[in-house]
C-alpha cells in the first residue's frame, strides 16, 4: 500500500493520480457475475443488434466502481469515501479477447480526478473532487464528483 | 403523459429487503473491478486494519437474502412500478442506468446483513420524435442491523417506450 495520504498534503487544483483501466468482454461477464446485472446488452452481440445498438456496452455501475476505485486507492486506508455520484454520458465499448486471458490491443482508460475544494466541516476534514473516466479517444464518457474525508496530522 | 396509474406511484417504497454481506462475494466483486486493495480480500491484512475485518467497497451491498423476483437487474424496482411500466409500454428490455449518487456514512463489513428500502422520489417523462423515454428516480437506504444508516443511493434509470429509438434513450 502507498504512504496515507493527510489532508495537510494537498492543495486544491491537485490531480488525483490517474488509474489505469481496460474494459475487456470477459471482465463485462465477471462484472455481471457478482454485481448480478445480467442484461444481455453487456454480452450477447447478437441481442444488442436486435436491440439497435452497435455493439455490446460496458456497463455503467463497472464504470461507477472504477472511479470509487480511483477515490479509495488516492485516500488510503484512513480515508473514507463520504460521497460519490456520477452521470453515464456516452457509451464504451470494450476491447475483445485475444487469447483465453489476453485482450486484443485496443483503448485504454483512465479514471482521473480533480480537487476542487478543501474544507474543514463538523469536525471532519475534508476534500471535494471533480471525477471523470476518459476513453482512449481522449473524451470523458462518466462524469461525477466525490467527497472525502483525509485524516489530519494535526488531531 | 405519464399514466394516472404510473404518476400514483411516486412516493411509494418497495417492500424491505435483506442483503447478506458474504466475504466470498465481496472478493468477487473486487475481483470483477479489478481492485486489489486487501482490505476486501486478505483477511489477516483486514483483520490487523482499523476495521479488525473484511470490509466491502463502497457501492457493495451484499446479495438478497431472499431473492423475490428472478430480474436480469441487481436493482429492486419496486414490484407495483415495475408492473406500472409494463402495462404503459417501457419494457424492462429497454432500460438504462444513467447515473446515481451515494452518501456513504459507516463502512461495510463481511458478515453484516443489511436491511434496504428503496422509494420512488420521481418520474418524469420525456417526448421526442420517435418516442418517448421516463426517467425514474429511486433512492434507497441501507441500514445494518444496529438500525444505523451505513448508505444512502440515489438512481437514476432511463427507460423507453417499445418505439423510441434508442440514441434517444442513450442521451438522456
Known sequence: MPEQLYWEDIEVGMEITPLAKIATTQMLVKWAGASGDFNPLHYD?????????????????????????????????????????????????????????????????????????????????????????????????????ATVILPSRSV | ?????????????????????????????????????????????????????????????????????????????????????????YPLSLVLDGGMEYEFFLPVRAGDILSAVTTVRNLRERTGEGGSIIVSFLDTVYQNRAGETVAKQQLMFVRRSLNSPPQEAAHA
Not at chain 1, 461507477?64 to 480515508?79: A, C, F, P
Not at chain 2, 491484512?45 to 470490509?55: F, H, Q
Not at chain 2, 419496486?78 to 411500466?85: Q, Y
Open chain 1, 45 to 145: 452481440s447478437a441481442y444488442v443488434a436486435s436491440a439497435g445498438l452497435g455493439q455490446v456496452i460496458v456497463h455503467g455501475a463497472l464504470k461507477r466502481q472504477w472511479l470509487i476505485q480511483l477515490m479509495t486507492d488516492w485516500i488510503g486506508e484512513q480515508g473514507f469515501l463520504k460521497k460519490f455520484s456520477c452521470q453515464y454520458g456516452a457509451m464504451d465499448y470494450p476491447r475483445h479477447m485475444k487469447s483465453i486471458s489476453e485482450p486484443q490491443d485496443g483503448e485504454t482508460w483512465y479514471c482521473k480526478g480533480k480537487l476542487t475544494k478543501k474544507y474543514i466541516e463538523g469536525g471532519q476534514h475534508l476534500v471535494d473532487c471533480k471525477i471523470g473516466l476518459e476513453n482512449g479517444k481522449g473524451e470523458i464518457t462518466t462524469s461525477g464528483r
Open chain 2, 1 to 89: 403523459m405519464i399514466s394516472e396509474a404510473i404518476k400514483q406511484l411516486i412516493g411509494t417504497s418497495g417492500a424491505m429487503k435483506y442483503y447478506e454481506v458474504e466475504k466470498g462475494a465481496v472478493r468477487r466483486f473486487a475481483e470483477a473491478v479489478d481492485d486489489n486493495n486487501p482490505l476486501y480480500m486478505d483477511e489477516e491484512y483486514a483483520r490487523k486494519s482499523k476495521y479488525a475485518s473484511i470490509i466491502a467497497p463502497p457501492g457493495f451491498f451484499g446479495w438478497p437474502l431472499k431473492q423475490t423476483r428472478g430480474g436480469p437487474l441487481a436493482v429492486d424496482i419496486p414490484p407495483e412500478l415495475e408492473a406500472a411500466f409494463e402495462k404503459a409500454g
